[in-house]
């Protein structure tokens, strides 16, 4: 399978404290993104960070790629309880955006 | 912003029936549209890939003749599930990328349709 994992699969965290969540994958890609779903709901796109990128911010989201390792990492700095959702990274490879595993995200009041 | 719509968000059926669901890009033009599916607490898999005016790519194990798919003009693409069975239950999510984008690598999602097979 090309799908990727994530870990931690779940983080309970309190508001205002950072989460960090790990993705690795397989195969080449052309970039990496990050989308957030709630539950039940479609996907939100998150940020997308190309493969000669080795970080890249957004608001208080920041995000890593380490494309020797395979790896990318989604930090949350701040966290807040609508920042609640399940995480996931999709890799690009030719055409096809292949979705890992998830993490799902607690942030408690 | 670049809008998915699906449509119905939710059906229910009876097994050996078939369903059709329906993804329209608003605002914006799709040469390709995808096609997932999510089981409660899991990730997307994708299913299918379709080029409007083309047949659809299917992904490994998923049966082409089980998941029509059609993608007949630049707006719209549709998913039926022939003859469904309780195991087709799951979470359906379209995904759109629009033509000649700049940010060609962004897909729109849409908010996905909840099919329940009794």
């Known amino acids: 399978s090309q799908q990727g994992e994530e870990d931690p699969q779940a983080l309970s965290i309190q508001e205002g404290e950072n989460a960090t969540m790990n993705c690795s994958y397989k195969?080449?890609?052309?970039?990496l993104q990050w989308y957030r779903q709630n539950s039940g709901r479609g996907l939100v796109h998150l940020i997308l960070?190309?493969?000669?990128?080795r970080e890249k911010h957004s608001g208080r989201l920041r995000v890593t790629l380490d494309t020797s390792k395979k790896s990318s990492s989604l930090l949350i700095t701040a966290s807040r309880a609508a920042d609640t959702a399940s995480y996931f990274c999709?890799?690009?490879?030719?055409?096809?955006?292949?979705f890992g595993t998830g993490t799902r995200l607690l942030v408690s009041p | 912003g670049a809008v998915v719509s699906q449509h119905p968000s939710w059906v229910i059926c009876k097994s050996g029936t078939s369903v059709k669901i329906e993804c329209r890009s608003l605002?914006?033009?799709?040469?390709?549209m995808f096609w997932y599916r999510q089981f409660p607490k899991q990730s997307l898999m994708l299913m299918a890939t379709?080029?409007?005016?083309?047949?659809?790519?299917?992904e490994q194990g998923v049966e082409k003749d089980k998941f029509l798919i059609n993608h007949a003009s630049l707006t719209l693409s549709t998913l039926t599930v022939t003859s469904a069975h309780p195991e087709d239950s799951s979470f359906y999510i379209c995904?759109?990328?629009?033509?000649?984008?700049?940010?060609?690598?962004?897909?729109?999602f849409g908010p996905g349709t909840r099919l329940t097979v009794l």
């Open positions: 999709a890799t690009r490879g030719f055409q096809k955006l292949v």
């Open positions: 195969t080449s890609i052309n970039n």
């Open positions: 960070i190309r493969s000669n990128e």
């Open positions: 605002d914006f033009q799709a040469t390709t």
């Open positions: 379709s080029n409007e005016g083309s047949k659809a790519t299917y």
């Open positions: 995904s759109a990328r629009r033509v000649r984008d700049s940010l060609a690598d962004t897909q729109y």
